[in-house]
């Protein structure tokens, strides 16, 4: 068996994390070294390595990751709007191979990102 990713511990309660909405389907966790005032990462409990796992039949629950995002994104009282970002593979920086979407808000972000 696949050894578990770092959210998969969390999601299993084999480590700790801030969990800020869990769901049948994904949980919302504080990210443990924030890049905004709000920062918090979106996870399927399905273990998805990347983006370039994904299938068709997934194509739901990414939705689902975005709508349970604009109902944190309102939570977390982030007016002024926020950030989205799947990160995928090395040159995107992404560390962790199970996916997650991240949020950010609470400040004004530049564009392009680095
Ligand atoms: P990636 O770079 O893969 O898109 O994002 C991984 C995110 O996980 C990073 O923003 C990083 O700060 C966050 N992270 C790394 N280790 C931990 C941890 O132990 N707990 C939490 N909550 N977030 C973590």
């Not at 409990?45 to 689902?64: F, Q, Y």
């Not at 709508?67 to 009282?77: F, L, M, T």
Request: aromatic fraction near 6%.
């Amino acid at each position: 068996m696949a050894e578990k990713t770092l959210f998969q511990k969390i999601m299993d309660g084999e480590l700790d994390g801030d969990i800020v909405y869990e769901d049948e389907q994904c949980v919302v966790l504080r990210d443990i070294n924030p890049q905004a005032p709000t920062h918090v990462l979106v996870v399927p409990r399905k273990p998805i390595p990347s983006l370039n796992d994904l299938t068709e039949e997934d194509e739901a629950l990414v939705g689902h990751l975005f709508v349970v995002a604009k109902k944190i994104a309102a939570a977390e009282g982030l007016d002024g709007g926020y950030r989205t970002v799947f990160n995928c593979g090395p040159d995107a920086n992404q560390t962790v191979p199970h996916i997650h979407l991240h949020v950010l808000g609470g400040r004004r972000m530049g564009w392009p990102p680095g």
